[in-house]
């Protein structure tokens, strides 16, 4: 399945973390290698490239799992300004402040957001451009375990729950070893939970002076960055408001884009996308978080869904995840 995301850029600073993995692993991959050499620092690639590294990778090493390893491998000098900018802040809360406002120096598409449930925090990355890989989620988790283990010089810390979004793989138990934590796959998204309390933790490296030129940096880099296409944003909102409108149709998106069916059908041609499977995504992505939420009956969702009946929203459930709704919400419990 296509996503919008897969268009979108990831930052390119990414293929030197992917270079020294391939040597601390003593693989020699000379083509994979000299395609890596190719992204200059401060260079982006493509999401579609950056997932398509990171499965070669885990072909190479089938018994390693590569996505937390490299996580779990993550420096500053991976991710730059960025990197160095949280380093230098006073307490975690505030260096986690700095990498939801600054992210898209790392990546292009859907950044974090805190919420607060109970005495636990959570950083939560939506799917409004579709979902990411396994692997790439992985990377991006771990990584911020590893930059957290980093900012106090706590290496034992721990988070205390990673929801993926991706279905499980058959090795859930290395992965639980691997992080010490409860991890759960098939989630609404992607969210990394932790103990509020280390929201007050102090930064060992803090540097007020640094860190407001770090800030100056990331900043004059933000703005220079190339702006997101606005197409891809106005296309997932034309689809949503289809759909509760009750007619997710190409034509009625179409409509609400301003432009003809045909040119709709060639823009997306061009982007590699299938509007059936776009529908089809964010359809899924809305189900799960209603089900995750249980305020609304089976019968609320289909409506909203753009679904007459709900015999109709849990045929076409099951044949998106191979499942009912309600064994779904049972897999949340």
């Known amino acids: ?28 991959l000379p083509e994979l290698q000299r395609e890596l050499k190719q992204f200059q620092p401060a260079s982006r690639m493509r999401f579609r490239q950056w997932w398509q590294l990171l499965e070669t990778l885990q072909e190479q090493l089938p018994d390693h799992l590569v996505g937390m390893e490299l996580g779990q491998a993550i420096k500053p000098a991976y991710i730059g300004v960025l990197g160095y900018l949280t380093l230098s802040c006073d307490t975690v ?12 120096l790392l990546h292009d598409g859907d950044t974090a957001h805190f919420e607060v449930r109970g005495d636990q925090a959570c950083m939560c990355w939506s799917n409004q451009f579709g979902r990411s890989t396994r692997l790439s989620d992985e990377v991006l988790v771990m990584g ?17 729950r990673i929801n993926f979004v991706a279905p499980a793989p058959e090795q859930v138990a290395a992965y639980q070893q691997f992080v010490q ?15 509020i309390e280390y929201l007050a933790m102090p930064v060992t490296n803090s540097d007020p002076a640094l860190r407001q030129l770090l800030e100056q ?12 296409e606005d197409f891809h944003d106005r296309l997932q909102q034309a689809i949503l408001k ?3 409108g009750g007619e997710p149709t190409l034509d009625q998106v179409a409509r609400t884009l301003a432009m003809s069916r ?31 939420e249980r305020r609304l009956t089976l019968v609320e969702i289909g409506l909203l869904l753009g679904y007459s009946e709900q015999s109709a929203f849990t045929r076409a459930f099951r044949q998106w995840s191979g499942t009912t709704p309600l064994q779904y919400q049972k897999q949340l419990d």
Not at 144 to 160: F, I, K, S, W
Not at 217 to 228: E, G, W
């Open 181 to 195: 934590c409860v991890i759960a796959f098939d989630q609404p998204q992607l969210e990394l939970i932790f103990p």
């Open 93 to 104: 809360a505030e260096a986690l402040q700095r990498f939801q406002r600054y992210q898209r």
């Open 1 to 28: 399945m296509t996503s919008m995301l897969a268009d979108m850029n990831v930052s390119g600073d990414l293929a030197t973390l992917l270079l020294d993995y391939l040597t601390a692993n003593d693989l020699q």
């Open 242 to 244: 289809a759909i509760q």
């Open 217 to 228: 940096q990331a900043q004059t880099l933000l703005a220079v960055l190339p702006q997101q």
């Open 262 to 292: 045909r040119t709709l059908h060639r823009r997306l041609h061009e982007r590699g996308l299938v509007f059936k499977d776009l529908l089809q995504e964010i359809r899924l992505q809305l189900a799960k978080q209603y089900l995750a």
């Open 144 to 160: 911020m375990v590893a930059n957290l283990r980093a900012m106090t010089g706590c290496d034992e810390l721990q988070p205390t």
